[in-house]
C-alpha cells in the first residue's frame, strides 16, 4: 500500500515506531530511556497530543499518539527525536544521525482499533522474552493501566482512561478486566491484528480507508502534499558532498592542465598549475559562502519553529490564567 500523508483527521491515532541506525542501541541504558521520556513527555505538554500507550526496549521507541489538529505527529517527532539525538551523541561522543531512517508510522481508526492496539503494544516485549512477566518490565504505560507501583512521570502522561472505559460495563474493575484483556489474549486474535500492523500503512474500516485515500488524492491534485522526512538536516552529509564536488572539480583541473602541457607542450607549466589553484581556491570560497547561507537559513527555521512553541506556550499560559480567573470569581 502506498505511504498516506501525515494527516490531522478526528478520529485516528499513530503508531509510531523508531529504530537506531544499524548495530546500534537506541538506548544504553536506563538514563537513556529516562532523557528520552523526559523530551516526550516535554512535547506532549507544548503539542497537547495525547499518548495512550510506549514501550522502551533497549533498540526500538514504540509509541501510540493522537495529535492535535493545531500540530502533525511528524512535528511531534522531529523535536522528540533532534532533540535526543543531540543527547546521545554528546554523551557517546558520536557524529550524524542515530535513527535508521524516517521513523514509521501506521494511521489506526481510534474508534475501532484503541483497546486492541494498546494491546498489542504493550505485549511487544514478549517478542523477545515469552516468559517475561508484563508487569516486571518497567519500561512501558502497561503498569499505568493497571494502577500499581510505576514511575510517576509515566503515569501522570498516559492517557489511559479513554482506553479503560472502552472494557466491558460489566466490569467493575477495570483495571484488573484490561489485565486479563492483555494477558490471556486468544492467539489467534493477537495473530490476526498483528498481520494487520505489519502489512498496511492504514487500519480500520473500508471507509475509514477510502477516507484517507481521498484525502491523500485531494493533497496531490492541490500540489499540497508534502514529502515529511525527518526534519533534522545533516550538516555533516551537506559538507561532505559539497567537499566531493570541491576535490572533483580539483582533479579535472589536474587533468586539464596536464592535457594542456601534453598539446602545447612548450607552455609554462608552473602557470597552469597556478592558475588551477587560483580556481580550486574560488570553488572553496563559493563553497564556503553556500555553507554559510545554509547555516542561515537552518537558524531562521529554527527562530521560527521556536517562535510558534513560545506562541503556543503562551496561549496556553493565557487559557490556564483565564481558568484560574473564572473560579476566583466563581468562589
Given at each position: 500500500?502506498?505511504?498516506?500523508?501525515?494527516?490531522?483527521?478526528?478520529?485516528?491515532?499513530?503508531?509510531?515506531?523508531?529504530?537506531?541506525?544499524?548495530?546500534?542501541?537506541?538506548?544504553?541504558?536506563?538514563?537513556?530511556?529516562?532523557?528520552?521520556?523526559?523530551?516526550?513527555?516535554?512535547?506532549?505538554?507544548?503539542?497537547?497530543?495525547?499518548?495512550?500507550?510506549?514501550?522502551?526496549?533497549?533498540?526500538?521507541?514504540?509509541?501510540?499518539?493522537?495529535?492535535?489538529?493545531?500540530?502533525?505527529?511528524?512535528?511531534?517527532?522531529?523535536?522528540?527525536?533532534?532533540?535526543?539525538?543531540?543527547?546521545?551523541?554528546?554523551?557517546?561522543?558520536?557524529?550524524?544521525?542515530?535513527?535508521?531512517?524516517?521513523?514509521?508510522?501506521?494511521?489506526?481508526?481510534?474508534?475501532?482499533?484503541?483497546?486492541?492496539?494498546?494491546?498489542?503494544?504493550?505485549?511487544?516485549?514478549?517478542?523477545?522474552?515469552?516468559?517475561?512477566?508484563?508487569?516486571?518490565?518497567?519500561?512501558?504505560?502497561?503498569?499505568?493501566?493497571?494502577?500499581?507501583?510505576?514511575?510517576?512521570?509515566?503515569?501522570?502522561?498516559?492517557?489511559?482512561?479513554?482506553?479503560?472505559?472502552?472494557?466491558?460495563?460489566?466490569?467493575?474493575?477495570?483495571n484488573t478486566g484490561y489485565q486479563e484483556f492483555v494477558e490471556k489474549a486468544g492467539s489467534r486474535d493477537l495473530e490476526v491484528f498483528e498481520n494487520k500492523m505489519y502489512r498496511a500503512s492504514v487500519v480500520g474500516s473500508t471507509d475509514f480507508v477510502e477516507k484517507i485515500k481521498e484525502i491523500s488524492k485531494a493533497q496531490v491534485d492541490a500540489g499540497q502534499e508534502q514529502v515529511e522526512e525527518d526534519a533534522e538536516v545533516s550538516l555533516d552529509k551537506v559538507k561532505r558532498n559539497r567537499l566531493i564536488y570541491a576535490l572533483s572539480a580539483f582533479v579535472f583541473l589536474v587533468f586539464l592542465g596536464t592535457s594542456i602541457f601534453f598539446v602545447i607542450g612548450g607552455m609554462d607549466l608552473k602557470r597552469e598549475i597556478k592558475e588551477a589553484a587560483l580556481e580550486k581556491d574560488e570553488i572553496f570560497v563559493k563553497d564556503l559562502i553556500a555553507t554559510k547561507q545554509e547555516l542561515s537559513r537552518e537558524l531562521e527555521e529554527k527562530y521560527r519553529a521556536d517562535m510558534v512553541s513560545y506562541k503556543v506556550t503562551a496561549m496556553r499560559l493565557q487559557e490556564l490564567e483565564k481558568k484560574d480567573k473564572q473560579k476566583g470569581e466563581k468562589l
Open positions: 500500500m502506498p505511504r498516506f500523508p501525515r494527516v490531522n483527521l478526528e478520529g485516528a491515532l499513530y503508531y509510531i515506531t523508531t529504530k537506531a541506525d544499524y548495530k546500534l542501541n537506541l538506548f544504553r541504558d536506563d538514563s537513556d530511556k529516562n532523557r528520552y521520556l523526559s523530551f516526550l513527555f516535554e512535547y506532549k505538554n507544548l503539542y497537547n497530543f495525547k499518548l495512550y500507550s510506549l514501550v522502551l526496549t533497549s533498540t526500538e521507541s514504540h509509541l501510540l499518539i493522537e495529535p492535535s489538529q493545531q500540530f502533525t505527529v511528524s512535528q511531534i517527532m522531529h523535536d522528540v527525536n533532534a532533540n535526543y539525538t543531540k543527547y546521545y551523541n554528546k554523551k557517546y561522543e558520536k557524529k550524524g544521525h542515530l535513527f535508521e531512517e524516517r521513523f514509521k508510522a501506521v494511521l489506526i481508526e481510534k474508534k475501532a482499533h484503541l483497546l486492541e492496539i494498546t494491546r498489542f503494544i504493550h505485549r511487544i516485549v514478549l517478542k523477545d522474552n515469552s516468559l517475561l512477566q508484563l508487569r516486571d518490565y518497567r519500561w512501558s504505560s502497561y503498569l499505568s493501566y493497571l494502577k500499581v507501583e510505576q514511575d510517576k512521570n509515566i503515569l501522570s502522561n498516559i492517557d489511559c482512561q479513554e482506553v479503560l472505559n472502552l472494557l466491558p460495563a460489566t466490569s467493575e474493575d477495570k
